[in-house]
């Protein structure tokens, strides 16, 4: 939401499930990101890596892949997103990093 400049304004929560997803499930806290709001809307992320057809192609079997919606993202060409646990090595000088990260595929 939009509040006044140096307040939380919102953030995530990472979870990992425990046991089987049934009526009463149970999670584990792994990571929380608070958006703190500065005057402006932004998050900050490491550098890009780009990822080869390989992995490109892991991403889309092993991930839940879901469709980019945002304008903006569909500008650059991004059509599906998801979000990657900490420690995915995808090759030898890719990996999702210690806190995990956002993956993003575009057209070609």
């Known amino acids: 939401g939009r509040g006044r400049e140096g307040a939380l304004d919102g953030g995530f929560v990472y979870l990992e499930l425990e046991g089987p997803k049934d009526l009463n499930p149970s999670y584990t806290v792994l990571a929380i990101n ?37 304008a903006s993202l569909l500008e650059t060409g991004a059509t599906h997103y998801c979000f990657v646990g900490s420690n995915v090595k995808f090759s030898e000088t890719a990996d999702s990093g210690q806190a995990g990260g956002f993956a993003y595929i575009f057209e070609n």
């Open 34 to 70: 608070v958006h703190v709001n500065q005057g402006r809307h932004a998050l900050s992320f490491g550098a890009m890596k780009r990822l080869g057809a390989e992995e490109s192609q892991r991403l889309l079997v092993e991930f839940t892949m879901q469709p980019i919606s945002l």
